[in-house]
T-cell receptor, first 115, second 110 residues
Framework: AQTVTQSQPEMSVQEAETVTLSCTYD???????LFWYKQPPSRQMILVIR??????QNATENRFSVNFQKAAKSFSLKISDSQLGDAAMYFC????????????FGAGTRLTVKP | DTAVSQTPKYLVTQMGNDKSIKCEQN?????MYWYKQDSKKFLKIMFS???????INETVPNRFSPKSPDKAHLNLHINSLELGDSAVYFC?????????FGPGTRLTVT
């Protein structure tokens, strides 16, 4: 079974600095997708970034980028120039490429941004 | 325009009651989902459904049932509510890659 592990329950970063959130996953599949979702206090789940496993290039979305290490089954999220609005729960998620119904989330990392 | 909407956003009810949460998506997606987020923020998929197939997470009690009147709607019915059903319930939809989530419904069972 696929599992997603976020080993950092809480992280803190100073405004304008950079922070990296960790995620590892376990799978026997070669075709899959990885995501980072953000959940602010409003509780809305917001997609931050997506990475297809077959792509070697790390995905980037503005200040958000990932470090995808397929062999190590690692998928970390880097937030550059952190802003107060980045404060939220961040969830790493895995979706099977073969089974659209198989989506699993990590336990989440609560990010605090200090002014 | 809201992509995935849920109603109500808050639902407070007593044990033993039956309740429904409605979900609608205007994205034209093929597949819709229901998730439960517990008090520790852990998200777990309950159901996934497209016009061909309903897949139920084996851990979900049969008091929970999804009903889809059409491709754009997937409602969640809960019978005989229990205290442990208190949680935030999210509807989501997807086409190919990522899932898009509704705003969530906070269900409180007293």
């Amino acid at each position: 079974a696929q599992t997603v592990t976020q080993s950092q329950p809480e992280m803190s970063v100073q405004e304008a600095e950079t922070v990296t959130l960790s995620c590892t996953y376990d799978t026997s599949e070669s075709d899959y997708y990885l995501f980072w979702y953000k959940q602010p206090p409003s509780r809305q789940m917001i997609l931050v970034i997506r990475q297809e496993a077959y792509k070697q290039q790390n995905a980037t979305e503005n200040r958000f980028s990932v470090n995808f290490q397929k062999a190590a089954k690692s998928f970390s999220l880097k937030i550059s120039d952190s802003q107060l609005g980045d404060a939220a729960m961040y969830f790493c998620a895995y979706r099977s490429g073969q089974n659209n119904n198989d989506m699993r989330f990590g336990a989440g990392t609560r990010l605090t941004v200090k002014p | 325009d809201t992509a995935v909407s849920q109603t109500p956003k808050y639902l407070v009810t007593q044990m033993g009651n039956d309740k429904s949460i409605k979900c609608e998506q205007n994205l034209g997606h093929d597949t819709m989902y229901w998730y439960k987020q517990d008090s520790k923020k852990f998200l777990k998929i309950m159901f996934s459904y497209n016009n061909k197939e309903l897949i139920i997470n084996e851990t979900v009690p049969n008091r929970f049932s999804p009903k889809s009147p059409d491709k754009a709607h997937l409602n969640l019915h809960i019978n005989s509510l229990e205290l442990g059903d208190s949680a935030v319930y999210f509807c989501a939809s997807s086409h190919v890659y990522e899932q898009y989530f509704g705003p969530g419904t906070r269900l409180t069972v007293t």
